[in-house]
């Protein structure tokens, strides 16, 4: 079976987090777009669709990843309680 590869471009602020965000198989864009990628997880690419505002773009070198933006609460959280010792 032949896996669907579902294109995503999008425009980011300057911090990276995505201003808009159009995903297809295939999409026709219109208008420029700041990065391009091709992705083939279907649940990510809904979640792109109704939740791009929780993710962002980030340079890893040259490379850019779209990155999903972890709340500031749930960080704390997480880092309070891998310091706690049981």
């Given at each position: 079976m032949e896996e669907k590869k579902y294109q995503v471009f999008v425009t980011v602020k300057e911090n990276g987090e995505l201003s808009t965000c159009e995903v297809g198989i295939p999409t026709v864009r219109r208008e420029s777009a700041d990065f391009f990628f091709?992705?083939?997880?279907?649940?990510?690419?809904?979640?792109?669709?109704?939740?791009?505002?929780?993710?962002?773009?980030?340079?890893?070198?040259?490379?850019?990843?779209?990155?999903?933006?972890?709340?500031?609460?749930?960080?704390?959280?997480?880092?309070?309680?891998?310091?706690?010792?049981?």
């Open positions: 091709l992705v083939e997880d279907e649940a990510l690419a809904t979640d792109l669709k109704e939740n791009a505002q929780n993710y962002k773009v980030v340079l890893n070198g040259m490379k850019p990843n779209l990155v999903r933006i972890e709340s500031p609460i749930k960080e704390a959280l997480v880092k309070e309680a891998s310091q706690l010792k049981i």
